[in-house]
């Protein structure tokens, strides 16, 4: 497998694990109200940090992924 | 001066402004280039680009509909934020390829780009039919809402057909003369707009009508605290449709042809980034939702015909009395209702003009081409106005079922840039198939299975279609040669 496909794989990895956390079951963990998390319910909390999460490994990804 | 006088006046600031923004980004370009006006030569930026699909899908639906379900439905509009995270994500992978093999081979449509990886323009003509059929729905849904917003905000004194038309028709001149530069354009103008909007609205409500965001949704929980979750005794949606929406959403949103053939309008680099930043944009939606849960407990729901009246209805009896700052909140619903049509309007045109004249006489040249295109955008736009202003009810829920099959693409994609055997026979009885089983589910059966979407299950059908086909049916020798063009991009 070359370089590119090996990175094109790990990304798709990587998405299927943020689809993981935000869908049943796993996103249970975070299908709660309480603790209430800088003012929001933990549920919206959860989501908001999985999109924070997704960000940063995307911009990892972009800086690995340089074409040559 | 009434208060609807100085709104209309701000209103009308916005529209011009959005007009002269929409006509400048044509200028200095060939107005006589079918490859500038279906795919802006493929040159955009970062900046256009990020504008550009983020405006597309912050629709109206995000600004009536997103509050609307949050006041209603609690946590099942959650959803809305992590669709538009998640929907991008397969893009950075078939994005680069797709944007490559377009540049190659001169590809400025789906239809293209599957047409040939499959040698068949039967497969051309049915995804141009699918995308036109998905487009004119959807086009139907934002100028109606335009027609809504002009309607509420001037107390009834423009009526549906003239407020529609207004800011339509704006639409549909500036998207005729400039293509998609003009719909990239006149979006950062709206994205900026309505982001800005919608922030200041968010925070104004939860501050006026609660003492901040805490005590909201301490408020909320005390009345019905399952209405902040997913699947419990008294949530709103179950656990399995709120998953399976969104799958289906991770699956079919780069599928919406409009959304697709962006891949042609830059470089591959760029679409990485694009795809980096755009959960961004999913955080920005957030004030939206905010102000839906600001009305709970605040506006009984007696009051509202349908939860998507929220934010007029907030805006109108909540709001200050100021007529300007009402009025700049009337362009941005508006703003957000046109960035997402100009798009739509131009896709229609493009996948017209390809898809369908192109694929069924192919002796058309290039520069009558590009006048159907342009004619097609007065076409489409006229049916959209015309179903959007005299159109039923139930015949607007009728056509909102063509959104369904727009995932049923996918299996083709990806087909054609992973698998290799695929050929054109099992995309085609997949894409059909699947088409069938989505709009069964849709309307003529009593329950989905398990409460699963039913995109879902029509894209089941066709994965297995499209395999099996693969699997018992051979390529022509043209087909092998393509299928390894693309799988090896």
Redesign the interface.
């Known amino acids: 497998m070359n370089r590119r496909n090996k990175i094109d794989l790990y990304f798709i990895l990587f998405s299927i694990l943020i689809l993981l956390l935000l869908i049943f079951p796993l996103f249970e963990i975070g299908n709660k109200v309480t603790p209430f998390v800088l003012g929001i319910p933990f549920s919206l909390f959860w989501i908001v940090s999985c999109i924070i999460f997704q960000f940063i490994g995307i911009v990892i990804f972009l800086l690995i992924d340089k074409d040559k | 001066m009434e208060k609807w006088h100085i709104a209309l006046v701000a209103i009308s600031g916005y529209l011009i402004l959005a007009f002269i923004i929409g006509i400048m980004a044509g200028r200095g370009r060939s107005f006589f280039s079918l490859s500038e006006y279906a795919v802006g030569d493929r040159s955009f930026n970062l900046f256009i680009m990020w504008f550009l699909m983020g405006g597309t899908i912050f629709s109206a639906f995000a600004f009536l509909g997103g509050p609307g379900w949050a006041y209603s439905k609690g ?1 099942a509009s ?1 959803y809305i ?2 669709y538009c ?2 929907g991008l ?2 893009w ?2 078939i994005g680069p390829k797709v944007s490559k093999i377009g540049k190659k081979n001169n590809y400025i449509t789906m239809g293209d780009f599957l047409g040939d990886r499959f040698q068949s323009r039967v497969l051309t003509v049915l995804v141009g039919i699918v995308a036109i059929l998905a487009f004119i729905p959807y086009l139907t849904l934002q100028i109606k809402g335009m027609a809504y917003i002009f309607n509420v905000l001037t107390y009834g004194n423009i009526p549906y057909w003239l407020g529609a038309l207004f800011s339509f028709g704006i639409v549909v001149i500036y998207v005729a003369t400039s293509g998609v530069r003009g719909a990239a354009w006149s979006d950062v103008f709206q994205a900026i707009l309505m982001l800005t909007i919608a922030w200041v609205l968010g925070i104004y409500f939860i501050n006026t009508l609660h003492e ?3 005590d909201m ?2 408020k909320i ?1 005390q009345e019905n ?1 399952d209405f ?4 419990k005794e008294n949530s709103l949606m179950s ?2 449709r ?2 399976s929406n ?2 289906i959403s ?1 699956i079919g949103f780069v599928m919406w042809p409009h959304l697709f053939t962006k891949s042609f309008t830059t470089t ?2 760029r679409i ?2 694009t ?3 755009y ?2 944009f ?2 920005f939606l ?1 004030p939206v939702l905010f102000i839906g849960f600001s009305g709970i407990g605040v506006v009984p729901q007696t009051e509202l015909e349908r939860p998507g009246q929220i934010l007029p209805y907030l805006i109108t009896n909540h709001l200050t009395n100021s007529g300007i700052l009402y009025g700049i909140v009337g362009a941005g619903a508006l703003a957000a209702a046109m960035s997402s049509s100009d798009a739509i309007t131009h896709g229609a045109s493009v996948s017209f003009g390809r898809d369908i004249c192109k694929a069924l006489f192919p002796a058309i040249k290039e520069n009558i081409e590009l006048w159907i295109m342009r004619a097609a955008v007065f076409l489409v736009g006229f049916i959209s106005y015309f179903i959007a202003i005299f159109g039923s009810d139930g015949l607007i829920q009728l056509l909102l079922g063509a959104y369904g099959p727009i995932a049923q693409l996918a299996p083709g994609v990806y087909a054609a840039l992973f698998y290799k055997r695929a050929n054109a026979k099992s995309i085609i009885l997949g894409l059909t198939g699947g088409v069938i089983v989505t709009i069964y589910y849709q309307y003529f059966a009593e329950n989905s299975i398990y409460d699963l979407h039913a995109g879902l299950l029509g894209l089941i059908v066709n994965v297995l279609i499209v395999i099996m086909g693969s699997i018992f049916i051979s390529q022509g020798p043209e087909e092998e040669k393509k299928a390894k063009e693309f799988t090896t991009i």
């Open positions: 946590a959650f934020l992590v995270t998640l994500m397969p950075y992978v901040g965001v805490s949704f301490v929980a605290i902040l979750v997913i699947g656990e399995a709120y998953s969104i799958i991770m591959e680099r990485k980034t795809v980096a930043v959960p961004i999913a955080l957030i």
